[in-house]
Structures are given as structure tokens and as C-alpha cells.
């Protein structure tokens, strides 16, 4: 869970600082590159909340 934590905020600050050379620079490609960033780590975040809710759900006996 600790890995999920730290790749989060590697996540956030790779987004925020993506946004931010963009204002500095005003180069779209920035931009750009935040939002995917952005749209990928929504689709990771989705993908684990799946497998959490499956998890529990889906009990097998051992």
C-alpha cells in the first residue's frame, strides 16, 4: 500500500510541475503531457479500486 501512496504523489507532483513549466513557458506540449499523465493515473487509480472491491467481494476459501 506504501508503493500506491508514493507512486500517488510521484504522480502529483509530476502533473503539477508539468502544469507549471506550461505557465512558465506557455508551451502546450505541457500541458499535453499533464493531462495524460493525468488521465493515466485515473485509469490506474480506477483498475486498483476494482481489484480492492473484487478482492472483497470475492471470497475464497483456502
Known amino acids: 500500500m506504501w508503493l500506491l ?8 507532483i509530476t502533473i503539477i510541475g508539468g502544469f507549471g ?5 506557455r508551451n502546450p506540449s505541457y500541458l499535453n503531457f499533464s493531462w495524460r499523465i493525468f488521465r493515466y ?4 487509480a480506477l483498475l486498483v479500486f476494482a481489484l480492492l472491491i473484487l478482492e472483497r ?6
Do not use: D, K, S
Open 5 to 12: 501512496r508514493l507512486l500517488g504523489i510521484v504522480t502529483l
Open 21 to 25: 513549466a506550461y505557465l512558465l513557458t
Open 57 to 62: 467481494f470475492a471470497v475464497i476459501p483456502v
Open 41 to 44: 493515473a485515473v485509469m490506474v
